[in-house]
């Protein structure tokens, strides 16, 4: 028999249906699979952090404003997830879509400068093969460049179906999980941010 639905006025449109419930459980069962990944590309990096060899110094190619304009444009981006995700359980499905666009854009925005950053660093020397400190560099920045590039395709197939369908509780299950997957990107940003770009300049200065 199958089982009714039970939720008040209040319940979040993306906790309305049984299924949307237990993929957003799952999906933060995903998402600590996720933090082992980065944790171990976090733990490699540290240790390789020193291993720079006779190529160059992340002092001699980290450049501040290139890496706060990158944060900026993620951190912002995630403001405005939240901001589509407020629209959408006002079940305003055009709110949903602009804000989410914007963040799109700011994301593709974030991608955009990484490139620019990773060819400049290749055209100074530091490739992927340079030392063991730029294969972890690559590899750990790379990995959640990649993350993010996932995501936004991920985000717009998700708009495609609500374009089809509408907003419905699964629609709207599936667009919070994705805001779930991009905020958790965004914390991510903000150790890279810490462990990788800060940490390197300070302590290769000298």
């Not at 939720?7 to 299924?19: A, I, V």
């Not at 992927?128 to 996932?150: E, P, Q």
Request: hydrophobic share 50%; net charge negative; glycine share 10%.
């Amino acid at each position: 028999m199958a089982h009714a639905e039970v939720h008040d006025h209040n319940t979040p449109l993306e906790y309305q249906s049984e299924t949307g419930r237990l993929n957003i459980l799952g999906f933060w069962i995903f998402l600590g699979a996720e933090i082992a990944l980065f944790s171990t590309l976090f733990a490699t990096y540290l240790v390789l952090m020193y291993r720079t060899a006779d190529g160059p110094t992340p002092h001699e190619l980290f450049e501040l404003k290139g890496v706060l304009i990158e944060t900026f444009l993620l951190l912002t981006s995630s403001f405005t997830c939240g901001i589509a995700i407020h629209e959408m359980r006002k079940r305003n499905r055009k709110g949903l879509f602009v804000w989410m666009i914007i963040t799109l854009l700011l994301g593709a925005g974030f991608l955009g400068y990484e490139i620019y950053e990773f060819v400049t660093y290749v055209h100074e020397g530091a490739a992927l093969g340079t030392s063991a400190f730029w294969s972890g560099f690559f590899v750990i920045v790379g990995t959640h460049g990649l993350h993010v590039t996932m995501g936004i395709a991920w985000i717009t197939l998700i708009l495609i179906q609500v374009a089809r369908r509408g907003l419905t509780p699964q629609t709207s299950a599936k667009v919070f999980i994705s805001s779930l997957y991009w905020h958790f990107l965004d914390v991510v940003w903000i150790f890279i941010f810490t462990a990788v770009y800060l940490t390197g300049m300070v302590l290769h200065n000298g």
